[in-house]
Nanobody, 122 residues
């Protein structure tokens, strides 16, 4: 079994920062890329950022470039999403998901976390 658990969400004012965590249990991320998605009420799920565990290669959606940073901690088997200069439109439930590293973004995800709520006030 593999379980992904997100944490770190909360309420923040526009311009503030939050750091989300995605921790894996059951096994490591060694053969995966880890992606962050978000979904706001009434809207479709949106890709946010991705990181390959082995290489550290990162990729970001245009909407968050320059504001969000995805990273990994090998010792803790965790992936993080540092979110700076938050905007009200960033309000959503944020999910992490594990993708076999040989596959492209959006093609297949083996595991999903339960989500963590991020709310950005005006």
């Amino acid at each position: 079994q593999v379980q992904l658990v997100e944490s770190g969400g909360g309420l923040v004012q526009a311009g503030g920062s939050l750091r989300l965590s995605c921790a894996a249990s059951g096994r490591t991320f060694s053969s995966y890329s880890i992606d962050w998605f978000r979904q706001a009420p009434g809207k479709e799920r949106e890709f946010v950022a991705a990181i390959n565990w082995n290489s550290g290669y990162t990729y970001y959606a245009d909407s968050v470039k320059g504001r969000f940073t995805i990273s990994r901690d090998n010792a803790k088997n965790s992936v993080y999403l540092q979110m700076n200069n938050l905007k009200p439109e960033d309000t959503a439930v944020y999910y992490c998901a594990a993708r076999p590293e040989r596959l492209r973004i959006g093609t297949k995800y083996d595991y999903w976390g339960q989500g963590t709520q991020v709310t950005v006030s005006s």
